[in-house]
Nanobody, 126 residues
Framework: QVQLVESGGGLVQAGGSLRLSCAYS???????IGWFRQAPGKGREFVGGTTWSSETPYYADSVKGRFAISRDKAKNTDYLQMNSLKSEDTAVYYC????????????????????WGQGTQVTVSS
């Protein structure tokens, strides 16, 4: 079993920054932790993830260069630092654990994740 809890969302002006946290407990070793977002009326979109093996982050093209994922292993927490925010970044942001143990590559599809947090709202005003 695993539990994931996101925090850190809020309202920010365009061009600003926010840092989201994803605190997890339970079985996460050997799984990727991913970040997704869902805007109103849209599907769940991959934002970024961290490989289980090398703990290397990988990103969607839409956020590459603006967002950065980091990990505090002592706290079992991943962070999503979001800079240069745009109105189109407005969404509920989720973190999730991959379904597959020891995935062979990057896990970018939402249906490859089984366990999700409750989400945190990010609103970027223009």
């Amino acid at each position: 079993q695993v539990q994931l809890v996101e925090s850190g969302g809020g309202l920010v002006q365009a061009g600003g920054s926010l840092r989201l946290s994803c605190a997890y407990s339970g079985r996460t070793f050997g799984y990727d932790i991913g970040w997704f977002r869902q805007a109103p009326g849209k599907g769940r979109e991959f934002v970024g993830g961290t490989t289980w093996s090398s703990e290397t982050p990988y990103y969607a093209d839409s956020v590459k260069g603006r967002f950065a994922i980091s990990r505090d292993k002592a706290k079992n927490t991943d962070y999503l630092q979001m800079n240069s925010l745009k109105s189109e970044d407005t969404a509920v942001y989720y973190c999730a654990r991959s379904r597959e143990l020891i995935p062979a590559g990057e896990v970018r599809a939402h249906d490859e994740y089984d366990d999700w947090g409750q989400g945190t709202q990010v609103t970027v005003s223009s």
